[in-house]
């Protein structure tokens, strides 16, 4: 049999004879498994993509639908024998079927080829005549078909335009100016079309227009989306100026099409800039996250993919904090970064894949996300480190592994590979100017040393950043290292002739006036409280009550102990039975220590115990240090009181 899903749904048996495929319902689980492209799809996944709020009675309709497509794609089939077509695997369906027998897979093939052998590109013309209109035209938007559609309309015009470089390339084509008019009319935000056409009609004598219509693109981008045009556009034009050789005969100039793609666009007031100001701190950093996210608005609203894809991986700002200043505004990002790496499919641009994900895994910080949208930034993290390492690019190698660094705290006591990815960091900008990025290596490996109580080489590292931090005006720095030597001053408080508790609480302080005005919330909120709690514990104190601590995102984990500092024994405990566990974050190892010091001081056997448990693999490391701005002491403390606790339940 042949289906057909580039327009309406159809489907024909070998004889010609169309296949009665039965109502909506029907028709989308065809089409949803010939969206999997041959791979098994479960029941489960099935009923989720058909209904918004599956009803109970939903995976006895979906059996009823297979069904009925069953008999209607083999009406020949013996009864009681399996069927050949569409057929039960696992837990779920799949359609056995040979890759020519439907048109999107022959479509997706062509252009593969086509790609692989440029001697192929110029045949896509018959390969293109497949669409009889949108994708999947005839079934309701539901969330996967949308997803397929724009997957598959992206290929379709990467398509046309790889045919039409692979014409003017061999000097063929007549006519082609007209067709890539229209195109660029319908698609004005693709780039690549707009080079194609001018240099059709340069092909044609109208050297005039082809000028015009790439000065035309130049404003549209520079209005609209504050974007010049790409080196290789700039190239063309001056090209076309000078008369250039290299355009005669034509094709000599090399493709603008799919393949050119991968030069960045090089954003003009918008997300370099933007990117720029992030590093200032303070108003310019709010500001930058929401130009940014204004930009990845405007390049969406254009459907080019491409587009979208540069707009959201040009901002490869540094992230040191796992939690976001604003989870909305990153959800968002993560959001859109899903959606265009989907419409991008697997064998999209490399280089634009790989940013794309380490912006999943960056944007998806620890402290926000949970569940399988933390393990999809885990798994985004290795494989734009992967891709990145393939591409021996060290920008792009750097941005990754921010990414790999923010998803490395999966469990407490992981010092030392941060240290390693901190190292890797500083010997990959070495090698390439690369400053915002080599203040982070310094930055991951002064909290990395920090954690593991080696002051000196963390303090040696805060030097560092704060040198290249001047040369290259970076102010947010100099407000990360004051709370390190904060820090300091906490642990030295507790030796003979150091610093008294109140100078540590003092610099504490200070620190926190200059994080307040950086930009920088989701480091802020809490941090001082924390901080003053970890000075009081380690001095053998109760914990501070005063009402103008704002706990933050804090307060579930202080909660107990500054109930105890109040004598409200009860509501302690209470509070020290709902506490949820420590999410895999920079003061996880401070929060698990609060627990297991409330649980010893409550005689709390089992949380004592499931605290424990926890911090084992962290005993040499100090508590709340992995921040590289406070400290509760030697997690080897918490850890000895909590299973000196546990034993007693045995």
């Not at 939903?58 to 639908?65: E, I, Q, S, W």
């Not at 009609?201 to 549209?220: N, S, V």
């Not at 954003?267 to 701190?281: D, F, I, K, S």
């Not at 540094?318 to 939690?323: D, K, L, N």
Request: proline share 7%.
């Amino acid at each position: 049999m042949r289906i057909d899903v580039l327009g309406a749904v159809q489907a024909w048996h070998d004889d010609g004879r169309p296949v009665n495929l039965g109502g909506p319902r029907h028709r989308e689980v065809l089409g949803r498994l010939v969206a999997a492209q041959g791979r098994m799809v479960t029941t489960d996944a099935l009923v989720d993509d058909l209904w918004d709020d599956p009803p109970g009675s939903a995976v006895g309709a979906l059996r009823t639908f297979v069904a009925a497509l069953r008999r209607a794609v083999e009406p020949d089939r013996p009864p009681r024998t399996p069927p050949r077509v569409l057929v039960t695997q696992g837990t779920g369906y799949l359609l056995r079927l040979p890759r020519e027998a439907v048109d999107a897979h022959r479509f997706q093939d062509a252009l593969a080829a086509a790609r692989r052998f440029s001697g192929k590109a110029a045949d896509l013309g018959e390969t293109l005549a497949l669409w009889r209109g949108p994708a999947y035209a005839d079934l309701p938007g539901s969330a996967w078909v949308e997803q397929e559609r724009l997957r598959l309309e992206e290929l379709r015009l990467q398509a046309v335009e790889l045919r039409a470089d692979a014409l003017l390339a061999s000097g063929g084509g007549a006519g082609l100016a007209a067709e890539l008019g229209g195109h660029v009319a319908e698609h004005p935000w693709r780039e690549p079309a707009w080079g194609l056409l001018a240099r059709a009609l340069h092909r044609d004598g109208r050297r005039a227009e082809a000028l015009d219509t790439l000065r035309r693109a130049r404003t549209m981008l520079v209005e609209q989306l504050g974007l010049d045009p790409s080196p290789r556009m700039q190239r063309l034009e001056t090209a076309i100026l000078n008369r250039s050789p290299e355009l005669e005969p034509p094709g000599d100039q090399g493709p603008t099409g799919p393949a050119a793609t991968r030069t960045p666009l090089g954003p003009r007031t918008t997300v370099e800039v933007a990117r720029t100001l992030a590093l200032a701190g303070g108003d310019a950093l709010v500001g930058s996250r929401r130009d940014r996210l204004a930009a990845i608005a405007a390049a969406e609203r254009t459907g080019d993919v491409t587009l979208t894809a540069r707009v959201i991986g040009t901002y490869d700002v540094p992230a040191i904090w796992s939690r976001a200043d604003d989870p909305e505004q990153s959800r968002a990002v993560v959001a859109a970064a899903g959606n265009t790496l989907l419409r991008l499919g697997p064998d999209g641009p490399a280089d634009l894949r790989a940013r794309l994900l380490a912006t999943v895994a960056t944007e998806s910080r620890s402290a926000d996300t949970t569940g399988a949208a933390l393990e999809t930034a885990h798994e985004a993290a290795r494989e734009a480190e992967a891709l990145a390492r393939q591409l021996n690019d060290p920008a792009l190698l750097a941005f990754a592994l921010d990414g790999v660094f923010l998803q490395s705290f999966t469990r407490p006591g992981l010092a030392a590979q941060r240290d390693a990815i901190g190292a890797e960091l500083l010997a990959v900008t070495g090698r390439r100017a690369l400053p915002a990025f080599e203040i982070l290596g310094h930055l991951v490996r002064l909290q990395a040393m920090s954690a593991l109580g080696e002051l000196e080489k963390a303090a040696e590292h805060a030097g560092a950043a704060e040198a290249i931090a001047t040369a290259h005006e970076s102010p947010l720095v100099p407000v990360l290292t004051a709370w390190f030597r904060a820090r300091v001053t906490a642990a030295r408080s507790t030796e003979p002739g150091g610093p008294t508790a109140a100078t540590a609480a003092a610099a504490y302080r200070a620190a926190d006036n200059d994080l307040a005005t950086s930009g920088m919330p989701g480091l802020h909120r809490g941090l001082l409280p924390l901080a003053l709690l970890g000075l009081r514990l380690i001095h053998g104190r109760p914990a501070p009550t005063g009402p103008d601590l704002d706990w933050g995102p804090y307060l579930p984990w202080a909660a107990p102990l500054v109930l105890l500092a109040q004598d409200r024994v009860e509501e302690a405990q209470a509070a020290l039975a709902t506490a949820p566990e420590p999410p895999g974050d920079h003061v996880q190892e401070a929060l698990w220590c609060l627990i297991a010091h409330a649980a010893a001081v409550l005689d709390r056997p089992e949380t004592a115990a499931r605290a424990a448990t926890a911090l084992r693999d962290a005993r040499a490391e100090h508590a709340g240090a992995a921040t590289g701005m406070l400290t509760l002491g030697p997690v080897e403390r918490y850890l000895t009181e909590a299973e000196a606790c546990a034993r007693r339940a045995r």
